[in-house]
């Protein structure tokens, strides 16, 4: 789906992946390398956070804009962004394998990297200041966590059923992704945060974040409709 397609696996994925035998050792170290390529988006989003368009400036840098990406093709473009080193994070890909022989695992979805990151750098900024009293109201610093946390949360199972072609399910799961968002919005849009410095402070990084989740959300839903009215002769001819 443009920059954030993602076909997901066929039903046979798994079992066409052959001699792959893993043990503990390497599905962690397969997870890490995963997580480096979360850090390394997050360190391109970042700085190009006051690029107008960032969200499709970061997709290109990561690789995504192949013409023709597509689950089975998501190994070449992870290893193609691994060369790209992080300064901010200092994920260097260096310890990378080869991806040609990894299995496709929702984390090479790019949408899941994209959500994952920006959720992350949310994540990480409210959480540096909610625990002291003297700058965020308790209630507020439960009520926004809480709120962010079942954003991810609904965004993640909607990109799941994103992977596995349930488009409709997947447009149900990021409708209810963007009613936690628009509660996050409405908690910091409080007259009584405009009396809180260190939260005026996080939302002003905050909000473009967040609009940057609903306009990736937006654009897949808009695709996944689209995929549904799509003729179904269209699917028998090919």
Not at 79 to 93: H, L, V, Y
Not at 120 to 129: G, N, P, V
Not at 147 to 167: K, T
Not at 206 to 228: G, K, Q
Request: hydrophobic share 40%; net charge negative.
């Amino acid at each position: 789906m443009s920059n954030f397609e993602s076909d997901g696996p066929s039903d046979n994925d798994w079992d066409d992946r052959g001699e792959l035998a893993w043990n503990e050792f390497d599905w962690e170290k397969y997870l890490r390398e995963q997580d480096d390529v979360i850090h390394r988006y997050l360190a391109y989003y970042e700085k190009l956070h006051s690029h107008p368009d960032r969200i499709d400036e970061v997709a290109h840098m990561m690789g995504w804009d192949e013409e023709s990406w597509s689950s089975d093709s998501a190994e070449t473009v992870t290893r193609e962004s691994a060369a790209a080193p992080s300064d901010n994070d200092g994920a260097t890909g260096d310890d990378l394998s080869d991806f040609g022989t990894d299995p496709y695992t929702l984390h090479k979805n790019p949408i899941f990297i994209a959500t994952k990151a920006i959720y992350l750098s949310l994540k990480r900024a409210w959480e540096r200041i909610a625990p002291e009293a003297s700058k965020v109201p308790q209630p507020l610093a439960i009520a926004l966590h809480a709120s962010i946390y079942r954003g991810e949360e609904q965004a993640m199972l909607a990109i799941q059923a994103l992977d596995f072609g349930d488009y409709a399910m997947a447009i149900s799961l990021f409708k209810r992704a963007l009613r936690e968002l628009n509660q996050s919005f409405a908690l910091l849009g409080t007259p009584a945060v405009a009396s809180l410095p260190a939260v005026v402070r996080f939302s002003e990084d905050a909000l473009p974040r967040l609009f940057d989740l609903r306009e990736i959300w937006l654009r897949v839903m808009t695709e996944c409709r689209e995929e549904l009215e799509r003729p179904v002769e269209e699917d028998d001819e090919e």
